[in-house]
C-alpha cells in the first residue's frame, strides 16, 4: 500500500518566484530538465508539450518529498473565474504542510510577504492555518497536538 506521499506537481508562470516562495519553507532545488515532447511529454498525455520541469526536495524530511514545478513554453493563460484559491472548486483543493511550531512558522511566511488565507484553527488535534502559494494555490500549515482533541 501507500507508504508516504512523494510530491506534488504545479503548473507555474514564474518558476524562479516559485523556487523562492517554496524555499521559504525550506525546498531546494534538485533537478531541472527541459521537455520538448518525448516520452515524458507522451506519458502526460501532451505529445507536443514543451516546458521546464523543476524539482525541488524538502530538506531534512525523514521521507523524500518534492514539489515539481512545471513552466509551460507558451505560458498557459489564465481564467480569473476559476481561481485557484476557492476551496470550493472541483480537483485540486489544497496542499497541507506538517510543521512543529505554527506561530514561528506564520510569521516567518508574513514577514516575506505571504498572504494568510485563515486564521489559526485548531481542529481534530491539529492547529490549521491557511495560506497562499504561487499562482494562487491554497497551502495549509498543520502543527499535530493542537488544544481541541474533540474533533
Not at 531546494?28 to 508539450?49: C, E, F, N, Q, S
Not at 506564520?106 to 516575506?112: D, E, I, P, R, S
Not at 498572504?115 to 492555518?129: C, F, G, Q, V
Not at 493542537?146 to 474533533?151: E, N
Request: no cysteine; proline share 6%; aromatic share 8%.
Amino acid at each position: 500500500m501507500i507508504l508516504n506521499p512523494d510530491h506534488v506537481t504545479i503548473a507555474v508562470a514564474d518558476a524562479d518566484a516559485a523556487i523562492e516562495f517554496f524555499a521559504l519553507l525550506g525546498f531546494r532545488k534538485d533537478h531541472v530538465a527541459t521537455i520538448d515532447g518525448g516520452l515524458p511529454a507522451r506519458y502526460m498525455g501532451m505529445p507536443g508539450m514543451k516546458a521546464q520541469h523543476i524539482t525541488l526536495a524538502l530538506e531534512g524530511a525523514a521521507y523524500p518529498f518534492e514539489i515539481q514545478l512545471l513552466e509551460f513554453e507558451p505560458i498557459p493563460g489564465t481564467d480569473p473565474g476559476a481561481h485557484p484559491t476557492n476551496l470550493r472548486k472541483r480537483g485540486f483543493n489544497h496542499l497541507a504542510f506538517r510543521v512543529d511550531d505554527i506561530e514561528a512558522v506564520t510569521a516567518h511566511l508574513v514577514a516575506n510577504g505571504v498572504t494568510m488565507l485563515s486564521d489559526e484553527m485548531d481542529y481534530i488535534s491539529r492547529k490549521l492555518r491557511l495560506f497562499e502559494g504561487p499562482e494562487g494555490i491554497t497551502l495549509e500549515l498543520v502543527q499535530r497536538g493542537g488544544s481541541d482533541a474533540s474533533g
